[in-house]
């Protein structure tokens, strides 16, 4: 026979065990909001990632929407002395030295090209073209490069004049760094005469960015930001280390491209270290560009 105080006691447990799971289902909630709410960015990047190279597991891109594997050319212009993987003087991996874990290392000016395929992993539009590109550079400007321009990132299918997109240093100290966002040259320079670095129409396009603050000892986080291209009414903007220096608006040039001779070319006459390179088919917000800065542990954080 139960007794009253047996029933009190079972009557008990069940309203303890009652306040436990609620207590559960609160946390549960709590939890996935608090997911959701930092989240949010990262699931954007994340979707908006075509190309991601950590070089941690070599030279091959960690992720593409296209081509993965990373070439090397004595001559970009010469087709058939295109080889695959890094085969460039003076450009290596460093392990261990990265802004997370390995870092592409440049000790020395050399000739060649190192680069990625455009195709699939920039998402070229001949309509409405946006997007990003996002890497970090560790070096002292006016002390590890060498006479003449350079350019860490250049991206074009036919010359940093003629639709391409690039930063670059100018060619004496204190050197300039600048960005470069360039549409079709017979558009822009239809009777070209002169170097271009002396043409005021090509002068009036660049951003320079005041104070970028590079350091051989410290990483400097950069972000190329577009949109509207193709439109009549484009802009693009270069972030450093999460702030925006630059902003050129009213692009009004077109971006003509052949996407098969198209390339993301890396570290053109560059010397020092180069790290955490990656593409994205959207424009982002100063949010995801704070939120692609701070990762903790690199891009690779959004591939886990």
């Known amino acids: 026979?139960?007794?009253?105080?047996?029933?009190?006691?079972?009557?008990?447990?069940?309203i303890i065990f009652s306040c436990k799971e609620k207590e559960k289902q609160d946390e549960s909630v709590k939890s996935e909001s608090v997911v959701s709410t930092v989240s949010q960015e990262e699931v954007f990047?994340?979707?908006?990632?075509?190309?991601?190279?950590?070089?941690d597991n070599g030279v091959d891109a960690d992720f593409a929407a296209g081509?993965?594997?990373?070439?090397?050319?004595p001559n970009r212009k010469t087709v058939?002395?295109?080889?695959?993987?890094?085969?460039?003087?003076?450009?290596?991996?460093?392990?261990?030295k990265g802004r997370f874990g390995n870092a592409l290392e440049y000790k020395d000016k050399s000739k060649g090209y190192i680069y990625y395929q455009s195709k699939g992993n920039m998402s070229y539009n001949t309509e409405n073209w946006e997007g990003a590109?996002?890497?970090?550079?560790?070096?002292?400007?006016d002390k590890d490069l060498e006479p003449g321009y350079c350019d860490p990132i250049q991206i074009t299918d036919s010359g940093y004049n003629d639709a391409g997109f690039w930063v670059d240093f100018t060619k004496e100290n204190p050197r300039i760094f600048r960005l470069g966002v360039i549409g079709d040259r017979d558009s822009w320079n239809p009777?070209?005469?002169?170097?271009?670095?002396?043409?005021?129409?090509f002068m009036s396009q660049l951003v320079v960015v005041d104070e970028p603050g590079f350091k051989r000892e410290a990483w400097t986080h950069i972000v190329i930001n577009f949109i509207g291209l193709n439109t009549g009414d484009g802009k693009a903007a270069i972030y450093v280390n999460g702030e925006m220096k630059g902003l050129r608006k009213d692009i009004?040039?077109?971006?003509?491209?052949e996407i098969d001779k198209s390339n993301i070319y890396l570290g053109l006459s560059y010397i020092g270290l180069m790290d955490e390179v990656s593409i994205y088919n959207k424009h982002l917000s100063?949010?995801?560009?704070?939120?692609?800065?701070?990762?903790?542990?690199?891009?690779k954080t959004l591939l886990e």
């Open 1 to 14: 026979m139960i007794t009253m105080r047996q029933i009190c006691i079972v009557a008990f447990v069940l």
């Open 45 to 55: 990047l994340k979707k908006s990632l075509t190309l991601y190279s950590s070089f």
């Open 67 to 73: 081509d993965k594997k990373m070439y090397s050319t």
């Open 80 to 96: 058939d002395s295109i080889s695959v993987g890094l085969h460039k003087e003076g450009v290596s991996i460093l392990e261990g």
């Open 133 to 141: 590109i996002s890497f970090w550079l560790s070096l002292d400007p």
């Open 191 to 201: 009777t070209p005469e002169g170097p271009d670095n002396e043409n005021p129409d």
């Open 252 to 257: 009004k040039d077109p971006f003509t491209w």
């Open 286 to 299: 100063k949010e995801q560009i704070l939120a692609l800065y701070g990762l903790e542990n690199g891009v």
